[in-house]
């Protein structure tokens, strides 16, 4: 009788031992391990079992593969600023500071200092900043501009006979994935009444739609989409006017939280900042903390002390607060900007005021290091993005790397090698070429981009 196919299998011990030393728990190797055996054996019902060189293989590449999805630092090449797959926004040297800090010690998060006894905010400095900062009456802070946008609804419909919200049909657009307008306000209780057409709104379309059952006017900013040619939407503080005639509440969910003139950082649009929204007479605005604004996933809400009070009374705030160290590191960011330190130290904002000779040098001096490797490398020019969704249009002149493979690699495999390096290396492809752009890569990886570069062409290194 032939020897059962099964008892070929490795064991378990064998091949964590052929392994060698993991960078993973050894519960984690041990798991996957079973898993790919588990495969085999159903497997060798019907087909011959792999050597055991070909076992481990499958074994290196499923650890591989659960590694690669460990949450970890990657060298972003892709020339977009805010890449929501890649974190969205860097956070400034003071924000990592106040998040180390508060992390490593206990805090007064909930105590009240001066009275020696609980407090009555968890971040009253930081909304006292904030709402100073967009002139404000009050700031309240909480996961995301999603959840901000979410609680603002709720309170504003929380009556059955008045859930109307009023907002123009050229602002239903879908942002990122999974943000959809008419989805959020339906999930929130709303009625939705759309307004105007979706290139056209004007304040009569606003002024029709308002009625005893109107609970709010919402304007939305349309960020990763823009409107040309024949369009039309009323003027902010007309419409501000309007609602308040008509004792509606306006609120505006701006996104992006660009908090400085935007064209005064790069060639680029200017981009509406909350401080504007207020000032234009908007009753609550909501922005992301880790867009424009440079710092941590959050969602802010500034607007009248009366509202903001009771948003934060609303049972569904309690579910979306900030954990401490979002809160500090927003509390650090915050106060750059009303230093007046944050065109240098806030690196989305930083990235933004490159130089293309800045760029350039540094371009020149990467390709000298890589000097003898055997891909043709070659400086060249792009358009960076601010990405986020924010400002679609505009584009900032910037420098590339321009790859060609080694005969042999493709395009796809030369931007795989360089994914698999520590840290990853993401890049993109136009062209014939592999490219990466420097502006989203910060000088003080330029080594570790030249030895992720190197590492991923070993073979090919001259002595
Ligand atoms: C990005 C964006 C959001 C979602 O913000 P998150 O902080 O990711 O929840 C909501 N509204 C607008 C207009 C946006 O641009």
Do not use: W
């Not at 601010?386 to 679609?392: K, S």
Request: net charge positive; charged share 25%.
């Amino acid at each position: 009788m032939p020897p059962s196919p099964l008892r070929a299998i490795p064991s378990v011990e064998r091949l964590l031992q052929a392994l060698g030393p993991l960078d993973v728990p050894r519960p984690v190797a041990t798991a996957v391990v079973r898993r790919e055996l588990t495969a085999l054996r159903a497997a060798g019902k019907t087909a011959p079992v792999p050597d055991f060189d070909a076992v481990l293989a499958r074994v290196r590449a499923a650890l591989d593969r659960l590694r690669a999805a460990r949450l970890q630092p990657v060298i972003n090449g892709t020339g977009v600023l805010i890449h929501t797959n890649l974190g969205r926004a860097p956070l400034a040297e003071a924000a990592l500071a106040a998040v180390a800090a508060l992390g490593a010690d206990y805090n007064n998060l909930e105590y009240d200092l001066t009275a020696g006894e609980r407090g009555k905010s968890r971040a009253g400095y930081l909304e006292h900043n904030l709402a100073l900062l967009c002139g404000a009456q009050a700031a309240a802070v909480m996961n995301n501009c999603a959840a901000a946008l979410m609680l603002m609804l709720r309170y504003f419909v929380r009556r059955e006979d008045r859930r109307e919200v009023v907002i123009s049909r050229g602002e239903l657009v879908q942002i990122g994935g999974g943000f959809r307008v008419p989805e959020i306000l339906e999930a929130s209780g709303a009625r939705l009444r759309e307004v105007g057409t979706t290139n056209r709104t004007t304040l009569d379309d606003y002024e029709q739609a308002l009625g005893p059952q109107t609970a709010l006017i919402l304007r939305v900013h349309r960020s990763n989409f823009y409107l040309g040619g024949f369009e039309e939407s009323p003027d902010p503080a007309a419409l501000a006017a309007l609602a308040r005639r008509r004792r509606v509440p306006l609120a505006e969910d701006l996104g992006s939280g660009a908090t400085v003139p935007t064209e005064r950082l790069a060639a680029i649009e200017h981009e509406r900042t909350p401080a504007e929204a207020v000032r234009s007479g908007v009753d609550a605005v909501c922005f992301s903390g880790d867009k424009l604004f440079g710092g941590p996933q959050a969602g802010m809400i500034v607007g009248r002390a009366r509202l903001v009070a009771a948003f934060k009374k609303e049972p569904f705030f309690r579910a979306l607060r900030c954990d401490k160290l979002v809160l500090g590191a927003l509390q650090a960011t915050t106060d750059l900007y009303l230093s007046g330190t944050h065109e240098k130290q806030i690196p989305v904002l930083a990235m933004m005021r490159i130089s293309l000779d800045d760029l350039r040098v540094r371009a020149e001096r990467i390709l000298s290091a890589l000097a003898g490797l055997p891909f043709d490398a070659r400086v060249g020019s792009a358009r960076a993005k601010i990405g986020g969704g924010t400002l679609p249009r505009a584009e900032l002149a910037s420098v590339t790397l321009d790859f060609h493979p080694p005969p042999g690699v493709s395009l796809a495999e030369f931007a795989t090698r360089l994914r698999a390096g520590t840290p990853p290396v993401i890049g993109y492809v136009s062209g014939s070429r592999f490219h990466l752009d420097l502006r989203t890569v910060f000088p003080r990886q330029d080594d570790a981009l030249v030895l992720a570069l190197r590492a991923s062409f070993p073979d090919s290194c001259p002595s």
